[in-house]
């Protein structure tokens, strides 16, 4: 899994690539509650994801409870088959904001 972390204010962007998995995981948890800690509302890109797994969702799921604890946008962007199917058999379809580009969800300039 590959990690990069982007300003596109007003927002931090996650953006993941490869495999989320039980290995990979808990690098994307701690790049998504890293750019929380910051005050950042936050979207999490998950168009190159190839593969996720419960732990993945995990992650997700804990970086928007946290942001609604802190009052921050959390949402997902262009997200991938792969991951959309697992959050779909989760249901977590109907939690997350999903958005399906950038420009879709960031203020016209």
Do not use: W
């Not at 977590?92 to 969800?105: E, G, Q, T």
């Amino acid at each position: 899994m590959d990690i990069r972390i982007e300003d596109q204010p007003p927002f931090k962007v996650v953006r993941l690539s490869g495999d989320v998995d039980l290995h990979s995981s808990p690098k994307a948890r701690e790049a998504i509650l890293a750019c929380l800690k910051q005050k950042s509302p936050l979207l999490v890109e998950l168009s190159a994801v190839s593969y996720m797994d419960s732990s993945g969702v995990a992650s997700l799921v804990e970086g928007y409870q946290t942001a609604k604890k802190l009052g921050l946008e959390f949402g997902l962007v262009a997200v991938a088959p792969a991951a959309m199917n697992v959050l779909k058999l989760a249901r977590l379809d109907k939690v997350f904001p999903i958005h399906a580009s950038f420009a879709a969800r960031l203020p016209a300039t």
